[in-house]
């Protein structure tokens, strides 16, 4: 949350000339509502059905950028599914995090004192995403353009074969 999911990964897909979609907006579309009225009406159980049905069919079928909504990689088939692919952790400090996320309007997860909530988000689901990341980027005092060319960097590092011919290189960075 305010890591910069879907501004990135817009100025990634376009770097990368590939499509681009949200998994949080593809809910929306789905469900015919904005995800804080899905939480509102529905509750965050049903929010993580939809949500988990839409990755995992945003997944098989999409073959370009794919921004997840923070909380989708807490499902167990959702991590399975995404460990067949570039997962990219857009690491976010406390601070950045809180700046960018204001005071937390439209974000259900978020009501109550906003900088506790994502204290806790941040503590309960960075393992997690350091866990799935083969490339991991840390946002805090870069621009969105910045984090797109990390991100691109990283990836032609993946991409590149390593000098003795076998395998890939790979950084503490890329994992």
Same mark, same amino acid.
Not at 44 to 65: I, Q, Y
């Given at each position: 949350? /305010? +890591?910069?999911?879907?501004?990135?990964? *817009?100025? !990634?897909?376009?770097?990368?000339? $590939?499509? %681009?979609?949200?998994?949080?907006?593809?809910?929306?579309?789905?469900?015919?509502?904005?995800?804080?009225?899905?939480?509102?009406?529905?509750?965050?159980?049903?929010?993580?059905?939809?949500?988990?049905?839409?990755?995992?069919?945003?997944?098989?079928?999409?073959?370009?950028?794919?921004?997840?909504?923070? /909380? +989708?990689?807490?499902?167990?088939?959702? *991590?399975? !599914?995404?460990?067949?692919?570039? $997962?990219? %952790?857009?690491r976010v400090g406390l601070a950045d995090a809180v700046k960018r996320v204001g005071l937390g309007a439209g974000r259900p997860l978020l009501l109550g004192n906003v900088r506790a909530r994502v204290k806790q988000l941040l503590d309960e689901r960075t393992p997690v995403y350091e866990s799935l990341a083969r490339i991991t980027i840390d946002t805090d005092?870069?621009?969105p353009g910045d984090v797109a060319g990390e991100v691109v960097d990283a990836l032609r590092r993946l991409d590149t074969p390593s000098p003795g011919g076998s395998g890939y290189s790979t950084t503490e960075a890329d994992r």
């Open positions: 949350m /305010g +890591a910069g999911k879907t501004t990135v990964g *817009r100025l !990634l897909s376009d770097a990368l000339g $590939v499509p %681009f979609a949200d998994s949080d907006h593809e809910v929306e579309e789905r469900a015919g509502k904005p995800v804080s009225e899905i939480f509102v009406d529905d509750g965050e159980a049903a929010f993580r059905d939809l949500e988990r049905v839409a990755v995992a069919d945003m997944l098989a079928e999409h073959s370009g950028v794919l921004a997840l909504g923070g /909380g +989708a990689v807490l499902d167990a088939d959702t *991590r399975a !599914l995404l460990a067949e692919h570039r $997962v990219v %952790f857009l005092g870069l621009s």
